[in-house]
């Protein structure tokens, strides 16, 4: 019987066999392994990526002290994205659940439909949930839209619960008796994780102050986006308007080294905070939509000017159009 | 010569709901191909009957045993310039169907004689004509969501094909759709079967069932029920039937003391969370499930195990729920609505449950309604309608029967989403009645008032069900409140009539069966209070076929469009017996006023037998009276008889509105 650790050892090298990048979690909070840029922006623009890695991911308002079997505060992803994704995409996830130790001819594998969306993120997709015998194991996506941008290559997301997946494999009833490896259960592991964190978020974190935090970052995230528009604005003279010819080098160099990225774990830190808030009860009715409109927008922002920023020649082009006005080219 | 054809369109898993609907489409699109192209052969009964579609989570597959391997040619006469015309004209004409002079015939139309050439286009290979349309034909098929697979602006279906059959004859039809060229091989099932199996229309569907694949829906129906046994559960049934290409039942337990939860809560997770069928032994819910697996068997039990280590996962979830929420009463959650939204515009459920509760006083002093109104939306901050939401209301009817609420406010919390469908059951007691016709009742005027009114196929808030739940509970339930009451003070007022004047309608055309002219007709006479109106359109069914009825009321349409026709409006007062002439008129008063008499407070049956029996009276006078007399004072006065008549017997139906064969 593997271990915890063995199953994802196994799994990194199945994919890591078949041309994909074994990234390292990201070192931010995130709520699912969509969010990492190395899905959230390298799914954008028409570069090939074939990329895979697990990333914990916290979800504050599934905490449940440690005391429910199946729920967890925060739960590893293997997250995958094959783009674009190969005819035999089906096959080749199928092969990983063999690398497991899963013979599928002894097995009930199913395919049921279910659609992604993350409204936070201007993104969604079309796939299933699998289910084997019964247990939902992954989620499989094809991603049609991110950051409210049609995919120029449509890549594929799978999507392992790898708590769950271990659990099966070790028939346990309860992912805290799963044997992590190094003679170690995920409870001797993660459960002082899973009680704090929810006390935390449940009764303690201070509302004012995550509201405090929440503005801060939105307010850097939207400074650095207001900053990028600089750079692709037309000048007020006309110069570099729609009829120039001429591409201009060194606003294009200026573009490159603009940190885009850190706008996004800006981003990233609000989503949480979003997240966090919410699991506290602190978000009246009203303000729930305003605030997720809130964290789309810096979203949706930073995609279109990555998706500029990733092509600079098409960005001096076309300056003036989706990326200077981020809010407002989505619906 | 005819041809059989196959065409199979293999993809990743179609989501089951949709697939009954692709099967239709394609078999529809494909027969308006064969025509418009002239390339179906089969047009008998018995020929139609051997073509089908098919289809599995993986395939849909279109068979037509007669298609003609050519076109047929075209024979068509084109018209030439006229006998007379320049001999340039007519050598024009000839050089232009390359044929000359003397090869061109004649015809003699009614403006004289012309030239005209018989032109024969010749027919194209279907195989050819196929190979062209086909790619359209599989790419027209609507689906509700459809998806890229390759790249944005490339071929769009609901999932990524991955291969395509298509053979005429032994013929392949070329084609190709996103890269994947058709061809005559397909796959089996995905475990089980072989990834390219080589096919020919005569061995396609027994290849199939060597690698794991039974093509007919029907026939994995038929597997599932010989599972299952006594399949109470079609829909589903339905479900599993497209969600598998092989279908295996399983039989699996669970540990008797989760039977100690509601048997609502543990069918809800069996069936609509994990797709299980439930079991019950002499009417009660038994500790076992079957499970319906893509698989050929189970021998080790492997699968066994699997899922029922997921259902006790799924139960100790629910039991968790059930033991949280008891900490707080029902009561004691009500405050707390005002963090759940109803809808942006309209506030909160503690909102809609403060609105609620007052359309619950305004149509009767209940108290248990009242207090099941004010608890009726508290479940929806339970642990367990999170996790399950399906179970919304079941749950707070539940939770409130153990907080030790009375048997007619539980069951009313219990009951009043219902009815959720026309085939459901209204709430059981006049407290859940009345609890969901005021929830059905705001949402439908809330959301017009603030302009969300359906429209064609748009309807989000689902406001026709919720209509057409209130007119059943009104009708079944023989609530006899004024709804047009209930509909003023509205900002859409006359919109929201309109609307549930469509849902009346519907509700006794197309559930209860009635003739649409007898719902007209009674309608016309009102629709305030529903009771009445079924009671009026029993009446009028069961009058309508005797002798009397259907020609009475051909003379009440002509006594409208009389009183039309004079511009009749009646205000001019009552008849005056004086200026009665003798005899068909005078007998027509006597006998209306007999009648009218007669048939006052008497049930609506015998009242419109009495009324159909004016009949001979009226044709007489219709026979022998001329209404248009010369003495406008004789005239006014019989206009006014005819109008008394009218409006007296139209409070039950307006009889004009009744079709009649004459």
Same mark, same amino acid.
Request: net charge negative.
């Given at each position: ?46 570069? @090939? ?38 005819? $035999? ?13 899963? $013979? ?9 439909? $279910? ?39 449509? @890549? ?37 994780? %899973? ?22 970052? %939105? ?29 201009? @080098? ?61 092509? @600079? ?19 | 010569? =005819? ?163 298509? +053979? ?18 397909? =796959? ?148 707390? +609505? ?325």
């Amino acid at each position: 019987m593997d271990s915890y650790q063995e199953i994802i050892f196994k799994l990194k090298k199945y994919w890591s066999d078949r041309d994909c990048i074994i990234q390292e979690p990201y070192d931010l909070e995130v709520g699912a392994g969509t969010m990492c840029p190395e899905t959230f922006l390298r799914v954008l623009g028409p570069q @090939p990526y074939r990329v895979a890695y697990v990333q914990p991911s916290r979800r504050p308002a599934d905490g449940r002290y440690g005391e429910n079997p199946n729920r967890l505060y925060k739960h590893m992803q293997l997250q995958v994205i094959l783009k674009p994704s190969p005819a $035999d995409v089906i096959d080749q996830y199928l092969g990983s659940l063999g690398a497991i130790g899963i $013979d599928l001819r002894k097995h009930d594998i199913k395919f049921e439909e $279910d659609n992604w969306e993350a409204p936070t993120l201007g993104a969604w997709g079309i796939g299933w949930q699998v289910m084997l015998d019964g247990l939902e194991i992954t989620q499989f996506t094809y991603f049609q839209q991110c950051g409210g941008i049609d995919l120029d290559l449509v @890549p594929a997301e799978l999507t392992y619960g790898l708590e769950r997946l271990a659990a099966f494999l070790q028939l346990k009833d309860s992912i805290y008796d799963v044997e992590w490896g190094g003679g170690a259960t995920y409870r001797d592991v993660r459960f002082n994780d %899973e009680l704090q964190f929810s006390v935390y978020n449940f009764e303690m974190a201070n509302v004012e102050t995550l509201w405090k935090l929440f503005d801060l970052h %939105e307010g850097e995230a939207a400074r650095l986006l207001a900053e990028y528009r600089k750079l692709v604005k037309p000048l007020p003279d006309g110069r570099g308007s729609e009829t120039a010819t001429e591409p201009r @080098p060194s606003g294009s160099a200026d573009k490159l080294r603009f940190p885009l990225l850190p706008a996004y774990e800006h981003v990233l830190h609000c989503s949480h905070l979003f997240n966090t808030l919410d699991a506290r009860g602190a978000i009246s009715v009203t303000e729930r939509v305003a605030v997720i409109a809130r964290v789309r927008k810096i979203a949706v922002g930073v995609a279109q000017a990555w998706v500029d920023q990733q092509e @600079p020649d098409a960005a001096t082009r076309r300056h003036g159009d989706a990326a200077s006005e981020p809010a407002e080219a989505v619906r | 010569m =005819s041809l059989p054809f196959l065409l199979e369109i293999g993809t990743e898993e179609i989501p089951d709901w949709m697939i009954d609907g692709a099967r239709q489409q394609l078999a529809e699109l494909f027969d308006q191909l064969s025509m418009s192209k002239g390339i179906g052969a089969g047009t008998s009964k018995q020929e139609r009957e051997r073509a089908w579609v098919e289809a599995t989570p993986r395939r849909i597959a279109l068979y037509s045993e007669y298609v003609n391997e050519r076109q047929a040619d075209l024979h068509r006469t084109v018209s030439g310039p006229p006998r007379s015309a320049a001999k340039a004209a007519v050598e024009g004409f000839a050089r232009r169907y390359g044929v000359s002079r003397d090869q061109l015939g004649t015809q003699v139309t009614a403006k004289g004689e012309y030239y005209c050439f018989a032109e024969r286009v010749l027919g194209r290979a279907t195989c050819d004509v196929l190979a062209e349309s086909l790619p359209e034909v599989i790419l027209n098929i609507q689906w509700p969501k459809a998806m890229y697979w390759t790249a944005k602006n490339g071929s769009r279906f609901i999932r990524p094909i991955r291969w395509i059959v298509a +053979l005429l004859g032994d013929e392949v039809i070329p084609f190709e759709i996103a890269g994947v060229m058709s061809g005559n091989v397909t =796959s089996g099932h995905r475990i089980l079967g072989a990834a390219q199996i080589p096919v020919t229309i005569a061995n396609y569907k027994s290849e199939l069932e060597k690698n794991f694949v039974i093509l007919s829906a029907n026939d994995r129906a038929k597997r599932i029920r010989r599972g299952v046994g006594a399949v109470q559960d079609e829909g589903l049934l339905q479900t599993l039937v497209y969600l598998t290409e092989y279908p295996t039942v399983i039989s699996g337990s669970f540990d008797p003391e989760y039977l100690k939860l509601p048997a609502e809560v543990l069918v809800t997770v069996m069936r609509h969370h994990q797709k299980y069928f439930a079991v019950y032994e002499n009417g009660q819910l038994a500790n076992r499930f079957f499970a319906v697996t893509n698989t050929d068997g189970d021998p080790e039990g492997i699968i066994r195990q699997g899922n029922e280590r997921v259902l006790r996962a799924r139960f100790n979830d629910a039991r968790f729920f059930w033991d949280t929420d008891q900490h707080k009463q029902l009561a004691d959650r009500v405050a707390d +609505l005002a963090h759940v939204t109803f809808q942006a515009k309209l506030g909160t459920y503690l909102e809609k449950t403060a609105r609620v509760e007052a359309l619950a006083r305004e149509l009767e002093e209940c108290p248990s309604a009242l207090r099941a109104a004010h608890l009726s939306k508290a479940d929806l901050t339970t642990e367990m309608v999170k996790e399950f939401t399906e179970l919304q209301g079941v749950v707070g009817g539940l939770y409130a029967r153990e907080q030790g609420e009375p048997e007619e406010v539980w069951q009313a919390i219990y009951d009043h989403y219902k009815p959720v469908s026309m085939e459901d059951s209204i709430p059981r007691n006049r407290a859940g009645q009345l609890v969901s016709i005021a929830d059905k009742l705001d949402t439908v005027t809330s959301c017009f008032a603030i302009g969300l009114i359906p429209s064609g196929s748009k309807d989000p808030f689902a406001l026709r069900r919720a209509a057409q739940g209130i007119v059943k509970i009104l009708v079944e339930g023989k609530l006899r409140f004024g709804l047009k009451k209930l509909l003023t003070n509205n900002a859409q007022g006359p919109k929201l009539e309109e609307f549930f004047l469509d849902r009346i309608r519907y509700y006794f055309k197309d559930i209860r069966g009635f003739k649409y002219d007898e719902v007209n007709a009674v309608l016309a006479s009102g629709w305030d209070d529903l009771v009445d109106v079924e009671e009026r359109l029993v009446a009028i069914q069961a009058v309508r076929p005797t002798e009397n009825f259907e020609p009475l009321a051909a003379s009440f349409k002509r006594i409208q469009n009389i009183l039309k026709q004079a511009q009749f409006t009646g205000n001019g007062g009552a008849i005056d017996p004086a200026l009665l002439e003798p005899g068909p008129e005078v007998d027509l008063y006597t006998e209306f006023q007999d009648v009218r008499s007669r048939a006052a407070n008497q049930p609506y049956r015998p009242a419109l037998e009495l009324i159909a029996s004016l009949r001979p009276k009226v044709d007489l006078f219709f026979d022998k009276v001329l209404v248009n007399a010369p003495d406008a004072k004789i005239r006014q006065n019989r206009l006014t008889l005819l109008h008394t008549l009218l409006a007296e017997f139209s409070t039950i139906a307006d009889f004009s509105e009744i079709v009649t064969n004459g």
